[in-house]
């Protein structure tokens, strides 16, 4: 698909204003399954590489699996629901280890799931992501850490009501 086709369906890249900078693009995805409602509509390969791109008419999802690049527009009158769901959390740090300290200090564990000595005092399943269409139904999955960053960059995108939270 043409830059002038993505820009006639769903506009242009969203403008950065660097006053109050927003997230403009996703991390990365990787797609679970992918189900296209006409058949002659374009279809993704499994596991591909997906982040979305912020456009003043809606999201362009990238796609990218063995070099091969696929884009495929997505506009705001055309999106039923997105849903992102964490993963499951396990918080188990030992006595008086770096983490159990700063969990103790009320210190959020965002930061101080990075202060642990061992593996097993924190871990966080994969998120996933979920968006239904009128034309597409997609599952995808990210590393779980990555779920604020994501949850900032979608809620920021102001679909309102459209944008479900399964914060588990």
């Avoid at 242009?12 to 399954?33: H, N, Q, T, W």
């Avoid at 791109?53 to 091969?68: D, M, Q, V």
């Avoid at 399943?125 to 994501?150: C, H, P, S, V």
Wanted: glycine share 4%; charged share 30%; proline share 4%.
């Amino acid at each position: 698909m043409t830059e002038q086709a993505i820009i006639k369906q769903i506009g242009k890249p969203a403008e950065i204003d660097f006053r109050k900078p927003k997230a403009v693009g996703s991390a990365g995805f990787y797609l679970k399954s992918f189900k296209a409602k006409n058949p002659e509509s374009e279809n993704l390969n499994l596991d591909s590489k997906c982040n979305f791109e912020k456009r003043t008419g809606g999201l362009l999802l990238r796609a990218n699996y063995s070099n091969k690049l696929t884009a495929i527009p997505i506009p705001k009158e055309s999106l039923i629901e997105i849903t992102i769901t964490r993963g499951k959390e396990t918080i188990d740090p030992f006595f008086l280890s770096p983490m159990w300290i700063l969990l103790k200090l009320r210190v959020s564990k965002l930061y101080a799931r990075y202060f642990r000595f061992r593996l097993h005092e924190y871990s966080i399943d994969q998120m996933e992501l979920n968006i239904k269409t009128t034309d597409y139904e997609m599952d995808l999955i990210a590393n779980g850490y990555l779920f604020e960053r994501q949850l900032n960059f979608f809620e920021n995108l102001n679909f309102g009501n459209k944008l479900k939270i399964d914060d588990r």
